[in-house]
């Protein structure tokens, strides 16, 4: 068997009836990745579903739990430091559980790391897209979008896309435990530190799918975060706090 030296990060709230098949679909790739899944000590067991993963899969399948409903953005800083400090991971990706973000990218984000310190599976590159997603969903991840890009000078078109890579080299520079944002803003607040460090981001398009099973863990409040996290970084840009660095070449 090759040695896994790449992670998926995968947090899950009640997400019992996607996660054996999403680890399925994740082990079955053709490539050598390994997965992190880190719950929230979900009502509906999830942990305790991905515990078997770990058990069976012992090199690929690593499990952090976490006392109770403790937000995504928190959720990835989880991962990250396991795929780091223990794994040794060498990349680092992000999922959703639901399979809006489809593995069988995984392979194409894996080919563009060779030249990009941070890979987005998005949607708003030519290919990427979409799919029985209601108006309403699709419109609020525009204007996110347009806002961060706008507010932030952020560079990438999916900027708020939970589909990604970062190279370990980007996830050594960014403190961690200063991020501001607990929830969803996370990837927006994560996205601005890589861009300003002048770490390189490419874009993989994916045509993104809404949710089959489970329900959405999105609300008002997590919207209003959001909002609250742009301007506090929009704010942070004004008076330099984050200067902008050099764009740093990609090694082999
Ligand atoms: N560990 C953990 N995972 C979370 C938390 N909130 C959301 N998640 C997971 O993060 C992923 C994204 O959450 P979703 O509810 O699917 O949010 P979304 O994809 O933006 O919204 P939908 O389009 O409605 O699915 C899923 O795998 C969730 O189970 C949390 O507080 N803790
Ligand atoms: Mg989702």
Not at 20 to 40: C, F, K
Not at 100 to 113: D, E, G, K, T
Not at 155 to 169: H, Q, S, V
């Amino acid at each position: 068997m090759q040695t896994v030296d790449t992670y998926v990060i995968v947090p899950t709230y009640n997400e019992v009836d996607n996660i054996d098949e999403l680890v399925t679909q994740i082990l079955d790739l053709p490539v050598a990745v390994g997965i992190i899944v880190v719950d929230d000590n979900s009502p509906d067991g999830t942990g305790a579903a991905a515990d078997k993963w770990a058990i069976e899969y012992p090199e690929q399948v690593h499990v952090v739990h976490r006392p109770g409903k403790l937000g995504l953005g928190t959720a990835y800083i989880a991962g990250f430091k396991m795929g780091i400090q223990v794994l040794q991971a060498q990349r680092l990706m992000t999922m959703d559980a639901d399979f809006s973000h489809n593995p069988r990218y995984i392979p194409a984000m894996l080919v563009m790391s060779a030249d990009k310190h941070v890979v987005i599976g998005s949607r708003y590159v030519a290919g990427g897209g979409s799919k029985n997603c209601s108006w309403k969903r699709i419109w609020l991840s525009k204007i996110a979008n347009l806002v961060a890009r706008t507010l932030l000078g952020l560079k990438a078109n999916d900027a708020t896309a939970g589909f990604r890579l970062y190279r370990r080299e980007v996830l050594e520079t960014i403190p961690l435990d200063q991020i501001f944002s607990s929830g969803y803003s996370f990837l927006v607040e994560m996205l601005f530190m890589c861009q300003r460090r002048g770490w390189q981001i490419g874009e993989v398009p994916i045509v993104f799918e809404d949710r089959r099973k489970g329900t959405t863990k999105i609300s008002r409040q997590e919207v209003l975060k959001a909002q609250y996290t742009v301007l506090r970084l929009f704010w942070r840009r004004l008076r330099g706090r984050e200067p902008r660095q050099p764009q740093i070449p990609v090694s082999a």
